[in-house]
C-alpha cells in the first residue's frame, strides 16, 4: 500500500509538470521557427553564377533550383522533411562567355562546384542551426525567465536539428542529379540554349551532373545577358504574339508560362488554334479562359466561325471580326481569315491571294474609319493590325504602323519600304501542332519549333504605342531539347501614313 501510495502521488507531481513542459516545447518551437525564418542565406559562386543557398523544413524534401524567370530545377536528392534551396541571384556574363569557350574552364568547375556548393549548404546549415537555437531559448526565456527551461529548450532545438542533420546526410542520393525535375517553361525543355542537348546521355555522377547543370544555366544567362537593353526609363506594355497552335497542348502550356513568367499584358493570337473548326476541338480551348489577360483572336483558315464563338465565350477573350478595340491601352484591328479550309491541303495561287487581299481591304477600311471617326474628337489611331495570311497586305500598308499574321509556320520579319509599315509573321507556337504535316515531321525526329514573341510597345512618352522592342521566343520542337530568346530593338521611325503614336 505505500508504494502504491508513493507511485500515485509520484503519477501526480509529473501530471502537473506536463502542461509546463508542453508550454516550454511550444514557445521554442514558436521561437525556433522564427529564428529559422531569420537565418541569413549563404551566398557563393560557381563558375560565374552568384548563388544564394538556404533551407527551409518542408514535406516535399529535396534539392530546388530557382532560374528566374524561366522556372526551376529540382532533385530527389534526399528524404529527410528539409528543403536545399538556391537562387541565382546574378552572373558575369563576360565570365560565363568566357566558360563555354573553354574546356580547360568547363573540367575545372567540374571539380569545383560540388565542393563551393557543399560549403554552401553547410554555412546555411550552420546559420539556420545558431538563429534556431538562440530564438527558441529567447523564447523561452522571455516568457518563462528561468534558465533550466531556457537551457533545456536550446539544447532539445540543437538535439532535432541534429538529427533532422542526420537524416539528411544518411538519406542523401548522389545519383540524383541524373533526373532532375522541371517547372515553368523549363518543363518544356530540360535543358537551354543547346548548350547541352546531350546532358541526359552525359550524366555519369554527381560531379559532372552539377558541372552539366551550371553550364546549362550558364548558357541561358549568358544569351540573356547579351539582349540588348530597352531605352532608359521607358514604361513598357508587353504583348505576346503566337499563331498557329492547331490543338497542341504543350503549346498553350508554353503561352501560359510565357505569360506569368514574363509580365505579359495580353496575348494576341493570329489564327489556326485548330485543326479542323470542329466542335471537339473547340472543348480544347477552355485553358485560354484562364490566363488571366485578354486574349485576342482573329479566325485563321483552320477555324470555323464555331471556334470564334467558344472562344468568344471565353471570360477574357477579345474575337475581332473587321473590328477595333482598345487592349492593354493599345488600339488593335483584326480581321478572321475569310476562308474556311479544315484539315489541310488549301492552295497558294492567284486567286487565293486575292482573297486575302480583300479582307486586308476591308480591314484598311476599318482602321480608316476609325482614325477619321470624328475630328472635333480624334480616336486614338491603330496600333497593331491582325490578319491571319500575309500573303497580300498592300491594302495595310500607310495605314497601320505593324500588322501581326500567322499562317506560314516559320517566322518572318519585314519593313514596306515605301510605307514603314512593319510585318511580323509568327511561325508556330503549337510546332504545327496536332495535324498531318505536324505528326510526319514528328515522326521523322524533325519536328517543328514552337515559337512566340514577346513584343514591347512604349506606354507613355513620344513613342506612346509604338513597337520599341520585340524578343523572339524559340522552344526546341515537340522535341523538347532547348529554349532561346533573341531581342531586337527598332529606333523610332519617321512618321508615316496613319503610324499615329497612340
Do not use: C, K
Amino acid at each position: 500500500m505505500r508504494w502504491s501510495g508513493a507511485w500515485r502521488r509520484r503519477l501526480r507531481r509529473a501530471a502537473r509538470r506536463a502542461p509546463s513542459a508542453l508550454g516550454v516545447a511550444g514557445v521554442a518551437l514558436v521561437g525556433g521557427g522564427l529564428g529559422w525564418a531569420l537565418a541569413p542565406p549563404a551566398a557563393t559562386y560557381v563558375g560565374p553564377l552568384e548563388v544564394q543557398v538556404s533551407l527551409t523544413p518542408g514535406l516535399d524534401p529535396g534539392t530546388v533550383v530557382d532560374l528566374p524567370p524561366v522556372g526551376t530545377v529540382s532533385f530527389d536528392s534526399h528524404d529527410a522533411p528539409l528543403v536545399v534551396r538556391g537562387r541565382i541571384t546574378s552572373v558575369d556574363v563576360d565570365a560565363a562567355a568566357a566558360l563555354l569557350d573553354s574546356p580547360q574552364g568547363l573540367l575545372g568547375l567540374q571539380v569545383t562546384a560540388p565542393r563551393v556548393l557543399e560549403d554552401a549548404v553547410v554555412r546555411a546549415a550552420a546559420s539556420v542551426a545558431l538563429t534556431t537555437t538562440l530564438g527558441a531559448a529567447a523564447g523561452v526565456l522571455l516568457v518563462y525567465r528561468r534558465p533550466r527551461p531556457t537551457a533545456a529548450a536550446g539544447a532539445g532545438t540543437l538535439v532535432v536539428l541534429l538529427v533532422l542533420a542526420a537524416g539528411v546526410v544518411r538519406t542523401a542520393d548522389p545519383t540524383a542529379l541524373q533526373q532532375p525535375r522541371f517547372d515553368g517553361l523549363l518543363s518544356r525543355a530540360p535543358y537551354l540554349a543547346g548548350a547541352g542537348r546531350d546532358v541526359a546521355q552525359r550524366l555519369e555522377s554527381y560531379r559532372s551532373g552539377l558541372s552539366d547543370l551550371v553550364r546549362s544555366v550558364t548558357a541561358l544567362y549568358a544569351v540573356a545577358g547579351d539582349l540588348p537593353a530597352l531605352p532608359d526609363s521607358q514604361q513598357t506594355t508587353t504583348v505576346l504574339h503566337v499563331s498557329d497552335l492547331h490543338l497542341n497542348p504543350l503549346g498553350i502550356d508554353v503561352v501560359a508560362d510565357l505569360v506569368e513568367q514574363f509580365g505579359v499584358d495580353a496575348v494576341v493570337d493570329t489564327g489556326d488554334v485548330t485543326t479542323w473548326g470542329s466542335a471537339p476541338e473547340s472543348g480544347t480551348l477552355a485553358p485560354i479562359g484562364a490566363l488571366g489577360v485578354p486574349y485576342v483572336f482573329v479566325r485563321g483558315n483552320h477555324d470555323s466561325a464555331g471556334t470564334a464563338t467558344a472562344l468568344a465565350a471565353l471570360p477574357n477573350a477579345v474575337v475581332l471580326e473587321d473590328e477595333v478595340a482598345e487592349v492593354a491601352g493599345l488600339v488593335v484591328a483584326g480581321i478572321g481569315d475569310p476562308r474556311f479550309t479544315p484539315g489541310e491541303g488549301e492552295t497558294d495561287d492567284e486567286d487565293q491571294r486575292a482573297v486575302v487581299g480583300a479582307a486586308a481591304g476591308s480591314l484598311a477600311d476599318t482602321v480608316s474609319a476609325h482614325d477619321r471617326a470624328d475630328p472635333a474628337d480624334p480616336a486614338d489611331p491603330v496600333d497593331v493590325a491582325l490578319i491571319h495570311d500575309p500573303s497580300n497586305l498592300d491594302a495595310l500598308f500607310g495605314t497601320v504602323p505593324l500588322v501581326l499574321a500567322g499562317h506560314y509556320h516559320h517566322r518572318v520579319v519585314r519593313t514596306d519600304p515605301d510605307s514603314g509599315t512593319r510585318v511580323m509573321v509568327e511561325g508556330t507556337t503549337g510546332g504545327a501542332g496536332l495535324t498531318a504535316a505536324g505528326l510526319t515531321r514528328l515522326e521523322q525526329g524533325a519536328p517543328l519549333a514552337m515559337s512566340a514573341t514577346l513584343l514591347r510597345f512604349a506606354s507613355g512618352g513620344p513613342r506612346d504605342g509604338e513597337l520599341i522592342a520585340f524578343d523572339q521566343v524559340t522552344v526546341g520542337g515537340l522535341g523538347l531539347t532547348s529554349v532561346t530568346i533573341e531581342r531586337t530593338v527598332v529606333p523610332p521611325s519617321a512618321d508615316v501614313a496613319g503610324a499615329g503614336s497612340g
